[in-house]
């Protein structure tokens, strides 16, 4: 069956522009999860949902940052007004529950803020 | 304040050789051990997992080591291979959604 796609696969922006990232989890998963994973380093938690619902957003950097799933099976992370330290790779994962079900990993969305 | 710490950054091993990287913790309500690897270009993918309540996993060439008491677990690949180059990534969790991963390991194999 089809993983965990995004798109774009790549996006160069100019600081200060709105950036869309789109994630399509795996059918039938109920919980999604934004990850930002930065040059040399590993996945950082960004959000969590649960259905339609953010059950966690606590690692979104700042207000600039903001998603949503509003039917329960795609997912946007917004970013506005980008700076440069923005950029990185954000990854989406998807699982069939939350706990300690595995989660699954798109290939990313490769962010550059010139 | 780091949660994980994996060792080594990096390593070189020839065809044949055993890989090993390193994880340590601080937590001791961690209970949920993932190894996560990753190509270039790619989303990691699971690797092996392990729960504190055994000692080792296997499966296949790829073993998990966890000693609960020195909070450390350990991925060793056996007859390591070419194909097993990328990036290795230990995660830490304690019951909920939010890993937590160290800064990985690159791993070459060498023909």
């Known amino acids: 069956g089809a993983g965990v796609s995004q798109t774009p696969s790549n996006k160069v922006t100019e600081k200060g522009k709105y950036v869309e990232l789109r994630c399509d989890p795996i059918?039938?998963?109920?919980?999604l999860y934004w990850y930002r994973q930065s040059l040399g380093q590993g996945p950082e938690f960004l959000i969590y949902f649960q259905g339609t619902g953010a059950a966690d957003d606590s690692g979104l950097p700042n207000d600039r940052f903001f998603a949503v799933r509003p039917e329960g099976s795609v997912s946007t992370l917004k970013i506005q007004r980008t700076e440069r330290g923005d950029s990185a790779v954000y990854l989406c994962?998807?699982?069939w529950g939350a706990g300690k079900e595995t989660q699954y990993f798109g290939p990313g969305t490769r962010l550059l803020v010139l | 304040q780091q949660q994980v710490k994996q060792s080594p950054q990096s390593l070189i091993v020839q065809k044949g050789g055993i890989s090993i990287i390193n994880c340590a913790y601080e937590?001791?309500?961690?209970?949920?051990f993932p190894w996560y690897q990753q190509f270039p270009g790619k989303g990691p993918a699971l690797l092996i997992a392990i729960r504190p309540d055994v000692s080792e996993k296997k499966e296949g060439r790829f073993t998990i080591s966890f000693n609960k008491s020195a909070k450390q677990f350990s991925l060793h690949i056996m007859d390591s291979q070419p194909g097993d180059s990328a990036t290795y990534f230990c995660?830490?969790?304690?019951?909920?959604?939010?890993?937590?991963f160290g800064t990985g390991t690159r791993l070459k194999v060498l023909a």
């Open positions: 994962a998807s699982s």
């Open positions: 937590n001791t309500a961690f209970d949920y």
């Open positions: 995660a830490v969790t304690s019951g909920t959604y939010k890993y937590i």
């Open positions: 059918s039938g998963h109920t919980a």
